[in-house]
């Protein structure tokens, strides 16, 4: 399973950009890259997923280098309720085994 | 869409008891799902995978006599904690990924996990 490495926290404010990169140096052809969001005693939210260029939705995008060698999830003018742990996994689309790493804390301040 | 409900949300028993958790995939059809161990302040654990209609496969280190796996159809798949004893309570986590929708990936969706405390 490709490990992945995302800063332990971040801070930020209401109204401004978060963006959180992680990297995956070891990633394989047949993964995907996923972000999840997790609140306490909840289990994780799907946030968005990808596999190569740049993906967007309604809450996120997601920017993933030619190399695929790290990915960056971008929250566009965050919120008080943002505040969550952010998980980026790697995952092989036929077996797609999840392995979680420590995850980034992000506090959204007032 | 991709709605996976577990239940119960909150268990508290007695040392020795047995403990049965129901993971379901409302809206979606889940050929594998997973079973995850959280501690506080700690990230997921993968306990195991379930795939429907066979055995699942447990990750190094976790005793698949204690944490039962049952994936009897492709909406259900229970996990019962055998002889349970303080050490195992923890916030279980199941996770649902969806048949296949030709090539698109499906990504695995989360139930909101059972707190499980041992007395």
């Known amino acids: 399973l490709a490990k992945t490495t995302q800063p332990i926290s971040m801070d930020s404010y209401e109204g401004q950009e978060v963006n959180i990169t992680c990297s995956h140096n070891n990633i394989a052809t047949n993964d995907y890259i996923t972000w999840y969001q997790q609140f306490p005693s909840q289990g994780p939210r799907f946030i968005i997923q990808?596999?190569?260029t740049k993906v967007t939705n309604e809450v996120a995008s997601l920017f993933i280098p030619a190399d695929r060698k790290s990915s960056t999830l971008s929250l566009p003018r965050v919120s008080l309720s943002d505040t969550a742990v952010y998980y980026c996994l790697v995952g092989d689309w036929d077996d797609y085994k999840l392995s979680f790493g420590a995850g980034t804390t992000v506090t959204v301040r007032a | 869409g991709a709605v996976v409900s577990q239940h119960p949300s909150w268990v508290i028993c007695k040392s020795g008891t047995s403990v049965k958790i129901e993971c379901r995939s409302l809206?979606?059809?889940?050929?594998?799902m997973f079973w995850y161990r959280q501690f506080p302040k700690q990230s997921l654990m993968l306990m195991a995978t379930s795939n429907e209609g066979s055995k699942a496969t447990y990750e190094q280190g976790v005793e698949k006599d204690k944490f039962l796996i049952n994936h009897a159809s492709l909406t259900l798949s229970t996990l019962t904690v055998t002889s349970a004893h303080p050490e195992d309570s923890s916030f279980y986590i199941c996770s649902a990924r969806a048949v296949a929708q030709g090539s698109s990936n499906q990504p695995q969706h989360f139930g909101d996990g059972t707190r499980l405390s041992i007395l």
């Open positions: 809206d979606f059809q889940a050929t594998t």
């Open positions: 990808g596999y190569k």
